[in-house]
């Protein structure tokens, strides 16, 4: 018979299983080379903070002192926790030189200024204190109120009291907050398996007090401006339709009815889309090459450079950096050479949310002078997917305008859910993202390493997958993504993709015919390294000796001439042709055609036709070998049709029109 517990038994169980909460340690610093004000000031804050007396702290907020700039920027290299510094304007040089030099390896940390009468050095990203007043708990309050600031989540918070009051729904959605399931005898499970809170966080706009997504005005507001300031624009807005939505906005808005832009043959097809739905005029500039391990690159500069010069009525530049493979743009040179010629820069960095938070991965798109930039918030950092932040830093942006073109592509019934995932991974960023990204870069070392080791697969530096034209340009590779070389193993990557999966739960990112690709992420610990290594090492050892020779796919082609704008083709007549004949060859009749939709392999999910394009024969090789290869590549937007694959044309094989060449 089990003995009843005593009730100390109970309560010394109780301890054990409900952890004890602990607030995140901060840490502030004060510099000054005159000794006296700097212990003395760092002596009374310690005592104040000591006896506490906040009712509700964010944190545990410890406070030393330090003597120069340069140990306070050795200090801000190696301490996550480190949230607020003060600086001494009497005792050291060039205070707003030293703000500089601190933002550059921590872009969120919050500094205040100790002037004296008389003396006020102009820093936008700092704030003033009086270095003569002796009230330390004035300090201590507003360097409080600063962390606290950046901790806070106006709408995530404004969301969980809602959802605490439990209020009775007389609203959309039918659900009413898991109502319409949780009893259900046939849709109760998915009840469960998504959780209560999903349900009660999927809210309507009828509920005032979250504000609208379509034209904030206090919390959606307030998140939005917090993370303005967290990731370096002047303008932020929340997008829950992902990255696509929001290239197709920022086009949109530059280009208005029609208009050049200048366009990365590699981008993502949102912005081919964008091309059909605002009447532009792109001109295609050629994605860079390695073709021994299937990547594709950026634009050279010489490339973009080029194009620049010969289209003077260009408006618009849309470059992706960085790629999906990790390729970033040297793209200071490239903006400025842009803003000379007039034209507006917008950087997709949908793969590159996370560069803004530690020194490794910067300068970013922003530092560079990009005027508008897209980012997929949920790719690389901790937002639900399809939540993606646009950030603007144009001289010239009419917000009112925009904010018309993002509305006409934004649901007036938005997730909150999503919404609350960006006011929440933008404070994560602020409060802690150089530690975790310290961390991911740790955690990526340590994969390259032991993936090296195991003497069958090695992970490819950046002159390994680096394309010839571009050695000298400056690209630089985001060392979060790992691309797998497999060419000595004696199995193909799709063959290690399976294994992967099926023998040790392992799921990658992507994969071309020798390469896997894996993404280290704010997600990523240190079981998941270990595991991934493990599986490696162990399919290492099933691995015949002698590696299997693949054949890498076919080069994708260049993007042809195009020969009608891509509205135009998209929306005008059309007829389906097939793409073979009847002995399985290329159909001649589609040479010299112009095709009417875009046809994208994935990947790598580079277009080889967009609307507008001339069909060339080059194009046609490529597409059968596809189609009828077993390399696992899909082809988006082929249509079939009683078994056949079927492209949809428009135009007459001598059409002379041509609106814009590609530039090679």
């Given at each position: 018979?089990?003995?009843?517990?005593?009730?100390?038994?109970?309560?010394?169980?109780?301890?054990?299983?409900?952890?004890?909460?602990?607030?995140?340690?901060?840490?502030?610093?004060?510099?000054?080379?005159?000794?006296?004000?700097?212990?003395?000031?760092?002596?009374?804050?310690?005592?104040?903070?000591?006896r506490?007396?906040?009712?509700?702290?964010?944190?545990?907020?410890?406070?030393?002192?330090?003597?120069?700039?340069?140990?306070?920027?050795?200090?801000?290299?190696?301490?996550?926790?480190?949230?607020?510094?003060?600086?001494?304007?009497?005792?050291?040089?060039?205070?707003?030189?030293?703000?500089?030099?601190?933002?550059?390896?921590?872009?969120?940390?919050?500094?205040?200024?100790?002037?004296?009468?008389?003396?006020?050095?102009?820093?936008?990203?700092?704030?003033?204190?009086?270095?003569?007043?002796?009230?330390?708990?004035?300090?201590?309050?507003?360097?409080?109120?600063?962390?606290?600031?950046?901790?806070?989540?106006?709408?995530?918070?404004?969301?969980?009291?809602?959802?605490?009051?439990?209020?009775?729904?007389?609203?959309?959605?039918?659900?009413?907050?898991g109502?319409?399931?949780?009893?259900?005898?046939?849709?109760?499970?998915f009840?469960?398996?998504?959780?209560?809170?999903?349900?009660?966080?999927?809210?309507?706009?009828?509920?005032?007090?979250l504000d609208?997504?379509?034209?904030?005005?206090?919390?959606?507001?307030?998140?939005?401006?917090?993370?303005?300031?967290?990731?370096?624009?002047?303008?932020?807005?929340?997008?829950?339709?992902?990255?696509?939505?929001?290239?197709?906005?920022?086009?949109?808005?530059?280009?208005?009815?029609?208009?050049?832009?200048?366009?990365?043959?590699?981008?993502?097809?949102?912005?081919?889309?964008?091309?059909?739905?605002?009447?532009?005029?792109?001109?295609?500039?050629?994605?860079?090459?390695?073709?021994?391990?299937?990547?594709?690159?950026?634009?050279?500069?010489?490339?973009?450079?080029?194009?620049?010069?010969?289209?003077?009525?260009?408006?618009?530049?849309?470059?992706?950096?960085?790629?999906?493979?990790?390729?970033?743009?040297?793209?200071?040179?490239i903006?400025?050479?842009?803003?000379?010629?007039?034209?507006?820069?917008?950087?997709?960095?949908?793969?590159?949310?996370?560069?803004?938070?530690?020194?490794?991965?910067?300068?970013?798109?922003?530092?560079?002078?990009?005027?508008?930039?897209t980012?997929?918030?949920?790719?690389?950092?901790?937002?639900?997917?399809?939540?993606?932040?646009?950030?603007?830093?144009?001289?010239?942006?009419?917000e009112?305008?925009?904010?018309?073109?993002?509305?006409?592509?934004?649901?007036?019934?938005?997730?909150?859910g999503?919404?609350?995932?960006l006011?929440?991974?933008?404070?994560?960023?602020?409060?802690?993202g150089?530690?975790?990204?310290?961390?991911?870069?740790?955690?990526?070392?340590?994969?390259?390493?032991?993936?090296?080791?195991?003497?069958?697969?090695?992970?490819?530096?950046?002159?390994?997958?680096?394309?010839?034209?571009?050695?000298?340009?400056?690209?630089?590779?985001?060392?979060?993504?790992?691309?797998?070389?497999?060419?000595?193993?004696?199995?193909?990557?799709?063959?290690?993709?399976?294994?992967?999966?099926?023998?040790?739960?392992?799921?990658?990112?992507?994969?071309?015919?020798?390469?896997?690709?894996?993404?280290?992420?704010?997600?990523?610990?240190?079981?998941?390294?270990?595991?991934?290594?493990?599986?490696?090492?162990?399919?290492?050892?099933?691995?015949?000796?002698?590696?299997?020779?693949?054949?890498?796919?076919?080069?994708?082609?260049?993007?042809?001439?195009?020969?009608?704008?891509?509205?135009?083709?998209?929306?005008?007549?059309?007829?389906?042709?097939?793409?073979?004949?009847?002995?399985?060859?290329?159909?001649?009749?589609?040479i010299?055609?112009?095709?009417?939709?875009?046809?994208?392999?994935?990947?790598?999910?580079?277009?080889?036709?967009?609307?507008?394009?001339?069909?060339?024969e080059?194009?046609?090789?490529y597409?059968?070998?596809?189609?009828?290869?077993?390399?696992?590549?899909?082809?988006?937007?082929?249509?079939?049709?009683?078994?056949?694959?079927?492209?949809?044309?428009?135009?007459?094989?001598?059409?002379?029109?041509?609106?814009?060449?590609?530039?090679?």
């Amino acid at each position: 018979m089990i003995p009843t517990p005593t009730p100390r038994a109970i309560l010394l169980t109780r301890v054990l299983i409900v952890p004890e909460h602990r607030l995140p340690s901060c840490h502030a610093i004060i510099v000054s080379t005159d000794d006296a004000w700097r212990d003395t000031l760092c002596q009374r804050l310690v005592e104040l903070e000591a006896r506490g007396g906040e009712e509700h702290p964010c944190c545990e907020l410890s406070i030393s002192a330090l003597a120069t700039p340069d140990l306070l920027l050795e200090q801000a290299r190696a301490d996550g926790a480190l949230q607020c510094v003060v600086l001494d304007a009497a005792s050291l040089t060039d205070v707003t030189a030293i703000v500089t030099r601190l933002h550059r390896v921590r872009s969120e940390v919050d500094v205040f200024i100790a002037v004296s009468p008389g003396q006020a050095p102009a820093d936008d990203n700092a704030e003033l204190i009086d270095r003569d007043d002796t009230r330390a708990e004035i300090l201590l309050r507003r360097l409080r109120r600063a962390i606290a600031k950046r901790a806070s989540t106006p709408f995530a918070d404004t969301l969980r009291e809602y959802i605490d009051g439990a209020r009775d729904a007389w609203h959309t959605p039918g659900h009413s907050s898991g109502d319409g399931l949780r009893e259900s005898p046939w849709v109760a499970d998915f009840y469960r398996m998504m959780g209560e809170h999903v349900f009660n966080a999927d809210l309507s706009v009828s509920v005032q007090e979250l504000d609208s997504l379509l034209e904030p005005s206090h919390v959606i507001h307030a998140a939005q401006d917090l993370a303005a300031d967290a990731f370096g624009a002047k303008h932020t807005f929340f997008v829950t339709n992902g990255t696509s939505m929001a290239n197709k906005v920022i086009v949109q808005h530059v280009l208005g009815n029609s208009g050049k832009m200048l366009v990365d043959q590699a981008c993502h097809k949102s912005v081919h889309h964008a091309a059909i739905m605002s009447g532009a005029d792109p001109v295609y500039l050629p994605a860079s090459v390695n073709e021994t391990f299937g990547l594709y690159g950026p634009v050279s500069k010489k490339t973009i450079y080029d194009a620049i010069a010969a289209h003077p009525d260009a408006r618009l530049l849309v470059l992706t950096s960085c790629s999906y493979d990790g390729f970033y743009y040297d793209l200071e040179p490239i903006i400025r050479r842009a803003h000379a010629a007039g034209i507006k820069v917008l950087v997709d960095e949908a793969w590159y949310a996370h560069g803004y938070f530690h020194p490794d991965l910067r300068p970013c798109a922003l530092e560079c002078g990009a005027d508008y930039v897209t980012q997929s918030t949920h790719k690389m950092l901790s937002a639900f997917s399809q939540a993606s932040m646009i950030h603007v830093a144009d001289p010239q942006f009419d917000e009112s305008r925009f904010r018309e073109h993002l509305n006409m592509h934004t649901s007036t019934s938005p997730h909150y859910g999503l919404i609350a995932s960006l006011d929440v991974a933008r404070k994560q960023m602020s409060m802690e993202g150089f530690t975790r990204l310290e961390r991911c870069i740790t955690h990526a070392r340590e994969l390259r390493r032991g993936i090296s080791q195991t003497e069958r697969f090695r992970v490819l530096e950046l002159e390994d997958m680096l394309p010839d034209s571009l050695k000298d340009d400056g690209v630089r590779l985001d060392p979060t993504k790992l691309t797998i070389d497999v060419s000595r193993a004696g199995c193909s990557a799709r063959a290690l993709q399976k294994a992967l999966y099926e023998k040790h739960s392992i799921q990658v990112e992507k994969i071309t015919h020798n390469t896997l690709s894996v993404l280290v992420t704010l997600g990523t610990t240190q079981s998941k390294v270990l595991r991934l290594l493990n599986a490696l090492r162990s399919l290492a050892r099933e691995i015949p000796e002698k590696p299997l020779r693949l054949q890498p796919p076919s080069v994708l082609p260049a993007i042809g001439d195009i020969v009608a704008r891509p509205r135009e083709a998209y929306f005008g007549p059309s007829e389906d042709l097939p793409l073979s004949d009847e002995a399985h060859g290329i159909n001649s009749g589609l040479i010299g055609r112009t095709s009417a939709d875009q046809v994208v392999p994935y990947p790598p999910g580079i277009p080889v036709l967009v609307p507008g394009q001339r069909i060339s024969e080059d194009v046609l090789d490529y597409l059968l070998d596809l189609y009828h290869g077993d390399s696992g590549i899909e082809l988006h937007g082929l249509m079939r049709h009683e078994g056949r694959a079927m492209l949809r044309v428009t135009g007459n094989t001598d059409d002379e029109h041509s609106v814009t060449a590609s530039t090679d």
